[in-house]
């Protein structure tokens, strides 16, 4: 089970706690994690990632192991760490303004 760690406003939209486990068929990339999280809970579809073009939206990062992965490649394997469960996924609300 892959952990993700959500934000405090997409917690709320979605009515969950601070983590959620998802199973990932196939090959565990951010793509195939987000969309097990978006079938989990389609309230969260167009909130992480633009509907259309399926790509992270502007103030939403992803962090894993102390790494940001907000530009890595949708389809770039998961850290291990991630995958096994010993280190969540964290999709983060970026923070902008001076």
């Not at 990932?24 to 309230?43: C, I, K």
């Not at 962090?63 to 469960?85: I, N, Q, R, T």
């Amino acid at each position: 089970m892959i952990r993700v760690v959500l934000p405090a406003h997409l917690r709320m939209l979605a009515q969950v706690g601070l983590e959620v486990e998802l199973e990932v068929t196939g090959s565990p990339t951010q793509r195939s994690l987000l969309d097990a999280l978006e079938a989990a809970y389609p309230v969260l579809q167009g909130t992480i990632r633009d509907p259309v073009r399926q790509t992270r939206r502007a103030f939403v990062r992803f962090f894993a192991c102390e790494d940001d992965l907000s530009h890595e490649s949708p389809d770039a394997p998961l850290p291990d760490a991630v995958v096994s469960g010993v280190e969540p996924f964290f999709v983060i609300g970026a923070m902008a303004g001076g």
